[in-house]
């Protein structure tokens, strides 16, 4: 038999390069992440609970339909009824923080994908490698590079959600029929007027349906960041788990069930209104 | 004028293009050069020119390269080898700046299949080649609802495009071309896909509009009747090249290959073919000045039992007929002014054979087909009109 490669001791190699010699990068992220995540969860928190239910709802009702916002408003104050309304907010920041980071990075680079067939090429085997790895894998380089807490909490989330993004913005490009693509090229419109003007508009259903489930895989990474100190509804759930305490890790898991319903039922309702108009 | 000049033009479509021209070089069939290289000839060796206000058709079966050769002249095919020139500028060496402004102001194009943008309204379809010169939103709605009220779609302007009738949607797409006000009109089958009594009256719109904005116009068609019906001049494509050019009467009555004669065997020749395709020439005929006895030997010598009477600027006096020529003849008379009958059927050198045959029918003798100056250009009799019918072959020594 031949010896083993050593997979594992250069991916430490890799690790321990980076940990010296991007050391300063990763401050940097950390404190973008740190005011980020900080700032939604004070400006959430500033409010009083039972205010934020009635604007929630009263908004939910605008984008999306009545019944939807009375099954908000009704999980919003069950969420606060059960003392998880703290614990909620810092998810709910953590989710949006890290939906933020995936669409950044992921929008961009599935329409460079959708545009270049080389970028194709290099980004699937990537999306199905970070897609197919499981997401406990993606703890350990966060927690080397960010240390303890929601950052690396958030890293790891990112790159869990991303690949979605990446995918769905890709395809609802290439979806858009060639014939309006090379109606577009035919009235002289330049490489950047035919992406906003015809592409995206025309892929929005799609590129919504990758940023539901870039939502939707945040929230699924909630409880497995909080193993890394990601703090939220995860360590809720976590400390129900390890002190065999069923009734806080129901009530944990209820409200993290609760607000991915919403999200979901929110941006569906978003693409929803925007098929419509195409 | 001409406004387009096409000049040696290829286009291969593959990776390795030289190989191809190599082999067409040696005459090799496209099929072959497909097996041995696995390049596909889409055109080879096309050479034609374009008038100014000209409507000029390309035709062939599917396949034959047509929308190859009209994405050549805006460049959404970039040809291999050859030259495109327009107005006297080579565009097959155009940078993309040059490119995008023959697009944005010279040249606009109409779909087979519409491609309007389906987000956007009736209007700022029609206004997209405008926006994109970056043409401000005022300006620009406004021009562009001039155009929509040109093609007849005013009340419409704010529907969005899948609530229109297939017909209605091609107008839009035929008014975004306009808005620009390009030169050049490109359509790809534009009205093939529109129902047979809707693509007629958009045929005849076309012709209308045209006859207003004077455009020349590239035409692409696997219709033989309707590249009769809107082509000053029809190019003929099979294979990747052109087999013949000309007015659809030449391709009609003058076919270059078999395979034309194939193409044009079931067109209905009736709309197609004129007095002039299918009149003899004027002979014998005989002059104002003559005489009876003239008229009379001439009957004779061609087994005719009429004549047609010309002045000496060679007008169409008249007919006379072989019993009032006896007669004359009898009574000695040497005037022929008294015997001729002005009241004779005449068509001009262009009216379609469709509306020549009520005529033929209907008259004893046969119909004088005249000039602008009334001078006599020819003679129709049933036999040959009905044969030209049928093989297309009038003939004027
Ligand atoms: N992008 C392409 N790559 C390879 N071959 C192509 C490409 N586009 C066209 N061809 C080939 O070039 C030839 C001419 O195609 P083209 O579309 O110009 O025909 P056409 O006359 O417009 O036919 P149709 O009436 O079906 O529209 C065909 O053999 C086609 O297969
Ligand atoms: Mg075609």
Known sequence: ?278 | MSKIIVKNLAKIFGEHPEKALKLLKEDFSKDKILKKTGQTVGLFDINFSVNEGEIFVLMGLSGSGKSTMLRCINRLIEPTSGTITIDGEDITSAEPGIIRELRRKKVGMVFQRFALFPHRTVLDNVAYGLEVQGISKAQRREKAMQIVETVGLKGWENSMPDQLSGGMQQRVGLARALANNPDILLMDEAFSALDPLIRKSMQDELLSLQSALNKTIIFVTHDLDEAMKIGDRIALMNDGTIVQIGTAEEILTNPANDYVEKFVEDVDRTKVLTAEGVMKAPDPVVFLKDGPRVALRLMKEHGISSIFVITRERRLAGIVIAEDALQAAKEQKEELKALVIEDVPKVSLDTPLIDIIPTIAETQFPVAVVRDDHTLAGILVKGAVLGGMVRGGGNVD
């Not at chain 1, 939910?60 to 909620?88: D, P, Q």
């Not at chain 1, 858009?176 to 259903?205: H, N």
């Not at chain 1, 489930?213 to 945040?218: A, D, V």
């Open chain 1, 1 to 278: 038999m031949l010896t083993k490669l050593p997979i594992g001791l250069w991916v430490e190699w890799i690790v321990d390069w980076a940990q010296i010699y991007l050391a300063w990068l990763f401050d940097i992220i950390t404190k973008i992440i740190e005011v980020l995540v900080s700032s939604i969860e004070t400006v959430f928190l500033a409010v009083p609970p039972l205010i934020i239910i009635i604007l929630m709802f009263i908004l939910v009702w605008f984008v999306a339909n009545r019944k939807i916002a009375i099954g908000t408003a009704i999980g919003l104050y069950l969420i606060y009824n059960m003392r998880l309304w703290e614990s909620s907010i810092e998810t709910l920041a953590l989710v949006l923080a890290s939906t933020a980071l995936a669409l950044l990075l992921g929008i961009p680079l599935g329409i460079l994908s959708a545009r270049s067939d080389l970028t194709h090429k290099l980004i699937m085997p990537l999306l199905d490698f970070m897609q197919t790895m499981p997401a406990f894998v993606y703890l350990i380089p966060a927690v080397l590079f960010f240390g303890l807490g929601q950052v690396p909490g958030l890293f790891a989330t990112v790159v869990f959600a991303m690949p979605p993004t990446i995918r769905l913005t890709g395809l609802g490009i290439r979806q858009v029929p060639v014939e309006l693509v090379e109606a577009s090229d035919a009235f002289g419109a330049t490489e950047w007027q035919k992406l906003t003007r015809v592409q995206i508009p025309l892929a929005l259903p799609t590129i919504m349906a990758g940023i539901n489930q870039c939502i939707m895989l945040s929230l699924s990474m909630v409880v497995i960041a909080a193993m890394i100190g990601a703090g939220g509804l995860g360590t809720e759930v976590l400390a129900g788990i390890s002190r065999l305490d069923i009734a806080k890790g129901f009530e944990g898991g209820l409200a993290i069930v609760i607000m991915a319903v919403i999200l979901d039922r929110v941006t569906q309702s978003l693409s929803e209104k925007r098929k419509i108009k195409i």
